[in-house]
């Protein structure tokens, strides 16, 4: 039972909530593209205020680790992890596709659960889920085109969601088995009830080595010269 900040900057959606017991009781966020530095710690103060909560209160912070953008995950975890050092207490990273999974299941009636996050192009980072969140195909990327997910859908009702949904409804909506839904969107809120089960299971990070889950090897690059 704890007090937890929540953190979402995955993608073009900045999102912080806070959540008691694992039910949300404050939230923002927007989707006006990679705002998240200038937005993402006026949102932690706003839903604290909202809800008369204090930092010194907070028992935790949960933040979406990824796959992503990798400027998104590197802000929300830098983030993260001044809170947790600031105020020593415990850090969670919890799966972005899990996430959108847990915000999809309000849609789900059968089949499985595959979130979609825009790699570019036409790639995807993907993964899939039953409707208890038990992981059925392990994250991975994938170029979306008329073969994809094939022998999924041949076996499965399969319900897509996320920001890199609409490359697969274009190829694959006429399979009797594609489902389409708006409910995962990457958020905040969608951390809450897997954060809560974390914290009751002490499943925390090292606060010094913990880092996003890019997927794709990061590799820096160097502006071009003037």
């Given at each position: 039972m704890a007090l937890l900040l929540l953190i979402e900057?995955?993608?073009?959606?900045?999102?912080a909530a806070l959540a008691r017991d694992g039910e949300v009781i404050s939230s923002r966020e927007t989707n006006d593209g990679y705002a998240h530095a200038e937005r993402l710690t006026l949102f932690c103060e706003a839903v604290l205020k909202e809800a008369n909560v204090?930092?010194?209160?907070?028992?935790?912070?949960?933040?979406?680790?990824?796959?992503?953008?990798y400027t998104g995950l590197r802000i929300g975890l830098s983030a993260a992890k001044g809170?947790?050092?600031?105020?020593d207490i415990p850090l969670m990273t919890v799966d972005t596709l899990k996430t959108m999974a847990a915000?999809?299941?309000?849609?789900?009636r059968e089949g499985v659960l595959c979130p979609l996050i825009d790699a570019r192009r036409m790639e995807v980072y993907c993964a899939v889920y039953d409707l208890a969140l038990n992981e059925k195909e392990a994250a991975r990327a994938e170029v979306v085109d008329e073969n994809s997910f094939r022998a999924l859908l041949?076996?499965?009702?399969?319900?897509?969601?996320?920001?890199?949904?609409?490359?697969?409804?274009?190829?694959l909506g006429?399979?009797?088995?594609?489902?389409?839904?708006?409910?995962?969107?990457?958020?905040?809120k969608h951390l809450a009830a897997l954060a809560e089960k974390m914290f009751?299971?002490?499943q925390f990070e090292d606060l010094a080595y913990s880092e996003p889950f890019y997927l794709?090897?990061?590799?820096?690059g160097k502006k071009p010269s003037a």
């Open positions: 900057t995955s993608t073009t959606v900045c999102s204090s930092f010194g209160e907070l028992q935790g912070v949960a933040v979406s680790r990824g796959p992503g953008s809170f947790c050092y600031a105020l915000g999809m299941r309000e849609d789900a041949d076996n499965n009702v399969v319900l897509f969601s996320g920001d890199g949904m609409p490359k697969c409804r274009e190829l006429k399979h009797p088995n594609a489902r389409f839904t708006e409910a995962g969107i990457p958020s905040a009751a299971e002490n794709k090897a990061y590799i820096a």
